[in-house]
DNA sequence: TATTTTTACGCAACCGATTGCAATTGTTGT
DNA sequence: ACAACAATTGCAATCGGTTGCGTAAAAATA
């Protein structure tokens, strides 16, 4: 047992006085072989403790099975779903996942791309990092013919697949639900970012729709971030809860944004919902637990996930170069909860 | 540029008129080759577009500078930040990570491990399932002198390395601050696992600071889960406001279980800390955000990540085949926040 | 029984980088 | 000018499956 050498086909093929190819074609129940000896090969494969040389076999065929997944990082709720559910697909047709964390960065992105394609990866799933300006790097992908296809973050001028929601219409839906629970004046937070424009989506919709219910757009109530995190939403926050007059609501175009705006909020003493409404996006775990319930925007990560995968695989099946690389969008949904709701004004 | 075919060192070895193992050497400047065959070799690789084929020189070479890590899911934030940990380490020494998630499951898990094997990766970093059972699965990287390091969740029985925390003195010091405010009815939330022993050592803890502090051990108080879930967690919760008299103070292994309770003693009416004090485990991200801040126990995933990554390419690296496969104990430390303090009391 | 068709399997090249060893060119010493 | 040696580069085998093509044996048909 000590310092076994791996077993490999050769192996097998000498054990039973077989060409090795015999052995290749047993192993995946190849009609040219006999059910005898696929059965006898497979017996001794497993007796022999045989596992494939999955190297040797992508060397040779110039596929690996293996789907690369690059995304900004694992820890967000919404990307670690959508990681879920691209592995409940990919494991159905056995294929594997490999992740990358490009933590946002271009430049750990760019590295992260040559090295999927340094593996050979039969398919790349990708939501771009933040500082991502230009997708030079994934020309490689597209120029031999591996199938791309980028997720919720993608860039716009890019010929290839896309699964993304509509978030202009999430962006209205989200805001005409604060105007229909009777806020008037409606806060918005929003970040830049060039190539993966969703947040200006979100806020292209909001403005839409203050416009259709004739709320003027007031610029001061739309605070432009730097990065979309918990600290700086409070900072946000605090510059929404000094005007005056206050804004009644606000439409986070994340549940980060809206748990901080809720938090501050209760801090300075401000009533939400009463006061303040706020309606999140992403529906994340945390929604869910802090008081009151966050209102949000659905973010279907594993359907996106699942999708993604699907248009992977059936594209490597197909093989044939479909010019008609489509973009996919799925539904997203308001998630009507405490902190948006006039309900509790009536209980009082 | 249409279809491409993948550039290799033949074609920049037939461009240069030289060898390809002067080129592979070139690339890698290897003291035989001249600065200037080794200068131009490399200008005219980038020119080209050349992506070194991994499989072909993990296959020649039986090793790919690839880290497998094979955890239950991704989506926890303890084991998402042991990634990241992982990650940063590997990318300084230029491994590549590859992740799978075996659900809890044990035949997911052997699957995995098979797969891993089957890619060859040069080692692998591991967080057993909680329905694992036995680690036969492992062996086959034992035997081929694969390095192989557990992590957090550790079979007790396996000659190889660990990092861990110690769940023992976690769990006491738990305990002890929870006494140490004034606690004199703790209760204690576990879970069952034969091989991650961990909930059982995190509770071996608690009863020891009780029997320390002369506090009797009861057994109403010790409620062991199924799961350790939100829902579960309610479900405990709620058995546990209902005894009389009620615990004054718990300490739930996790901070979802701890949120659970926090969340349900509001829900009940019950105020923490004042009436029921609180400590959870893990410090994950959202024992900031609840109200009140939770108090926890410290659980430094992300050192841990990078103490097993060392611990494996250190391994690469001497390859020498050491018997002393040590067992790594990182610190932790008691968090004291809001949810367990009695200050409020005085101020009151 | 002779011949065609199936069935089952073997041969050998191939994928692309690596590496021990041989070969060639260049340099130094005498 | 020539041996001795160092500096460079080339040759060819190797890693382990895969696959097109060829062939022998068994079955079907004439």
Known sequence: MEENKHVTI???????????STISRALKDHHTISDKTIKKVKKTAEEMGFVPNTLAAGLRGNKTKTIGVLIPTVTQPFL?????GIEITAQKSDYTVIIMQS???????VNMAKSLYSNRVSGVICSLAMETRDTAHFHQFSNNNIPLVFVDRVPK??????????????GYK??????????????????????????N??????IEALKDHN??????????LNSVTYEDGVKASNTLFDLKPM????????????VSAVQTAKKRGIKVPEEFKVIGFNNDPISQIIDPNLSTITHPAEKMGKAAAEIIIKNLKSSKNDDAKEITFLNTEVLARESSSNELLKDI
Do not use: M, W
Not at 80 to 84: F, V
């Open 201 to 206: 989506e979100r806020k292209r919709g909001y």
């Open 10 to 20: 050769y192996d097998i093929a000498e054990r039973l006085n077989l060409a090795t």
């Open 247 to 258: 804004p009644d609501g606000l439409f986070a175009p994340g549940d980060i944004l809206a």
């Open 174 to 199: 989200a805001t005409k639900h604060l105007i229909e629970q009777g806020c008037i004046r409606i806060a918005h937070l929003t970040a830049g970012s060039e190539l993966g424009n969703l947040y």
């Open 215 to 224: 709320i003027p757009v007031e610029e001061e109530l739309i605070i432009s």
């Open 80 to 84: 670690s779903s959508l990681i879920s």
């Open 103 to 109: 933590h946002d960065s271009y430049e750990e992105e």
């Open 157 to 170: 001028d890019y010929n290839t697949f896309r699964v993304v929601i509509d978030n202009y219409s999430a």
